[in-house]
């Protein structure tokens, strides 16, 4: 048992060298994915973790591989005028070292989610996420606009896939987060028409993006995305079928979102 898993565990770690010199890297991240669920069903089996090759180990008497390193993001002379205005904006925000842009098939939508995680290399099925917008229609009188992050009639809420949105958490997460200010009854998180959508982030549905948002509204990342492992999820880009994949931290560092448990478990 342990040589046949040493075995696959290896030929595994040859496709990660080679997938490593392709610039597709999003599909390495994937690939140590699997290596650590490799990994982890050797431990569950009881097996002796030092009968497996390490990830990234060179093969014994073997001369050891050059380190190789990710170029940094930079706007793409080619691409989309969207896709250079976001590649500039993370740029500026210092977004350099992970954030990746891919172009996806026009049926993408119409497929599982098994079939975009592969169209992306995402790790798993819960790495891919969408934004939506949030409405709160029976804000306080004085709440009308954004201005005020913690006071906001709309939020651009940020979850998985695979997660439901828990309206009732998120009520009474936004209730603590202004301080109860007012009582709960002028909260009601519904999602906002489609309209309001592309007025407020110049995207249309299914191309929502926190990034290069039309209007600065307030971001909320659930929760969940940030217990995800790797830390890099995938997100909409602005165009239907343009997604960009990013670092959680670095999202986190560049965005400051409020990271708010807002699913159901």
């Known amino acids: 048992m342990a040589s046949e898993l040493a075995a696959r565990f290896s030929s ?14 999003a599909l390495a991240v994937r690939q140590q994915a699997i290596l650590g669920r490799i990994a982890a069903l050797a431990q569950a089996l009881g097996l002796d973790a030092g009968a497996l090759p390490k990830a990234g180990a060179a093969p014994a008497g073997a001369a050891a591989a050059p380190a190789t390193t990710r170029p940094a993001l930079s706007v ?22 992970e954030a990746r842009f891919v172009r ?20 798993s099925i ?24 913690k006071h906001s009639k709309y939020y651009c809420v940020i979850v998985q896939y ?9 009520k009474v997460a936004l209730c603590e987060l202004g301080g109860r200010r007012f009582g709960r009854q002028y909260y009601n998180m519904r999602l906002a028409p489609e309209e309001v959508n ?17 209007e600065n509204l307030p971001i909320i990342l659930s929760s969940k995305i940030t217990q995800l492992d790797p ?10 079928d343009l997604k960009v994949g990013m670092s959680v931290n670095e999202f986190i560092e560049a965005y400051q979102p409020f990271v708010i448990d807002c699913t159901y478990d």
């Open 76 to 97: 793409t002379p080619d691409a989309s005028p969207t896709q250079q205005r976001l590649e500039a904006e993370l740029i500026s925000k210092g977004c350099v070292s």
């Open 198 to 214: 592309d007025a407020l982030t110049g995207y249309s549905h299914n191309a929502v993006s926190p990034i290069g948002l039309k």
């Open 126 to 149: 819960d790495h891919l996420c969408k934004s939506i917008v949030m409405e709160n229609t029976r804000a306080h009188e004085s709440v009308t606009g954004w201005d005020d992050p």
């Open 231 to 240: 830390e890099f999820f995938w997100m909409g880009a602005g165009e239907v």
């Open 162 to 170: 695979t997660a439901r949105l828990h309206a009732d958490k998120l």
């Open 12 to 25: 595994i770690e040859d496709r990660l060298k080679s997938l490593e010199q392709l610039p597709g890297v």
């Open 104 to 123: 996806v098939p026009a049926d993408y939508y119409d497929q599982p989610l098994e079939f975009r995680r592969d169209c992306l290399g995402a790790a």
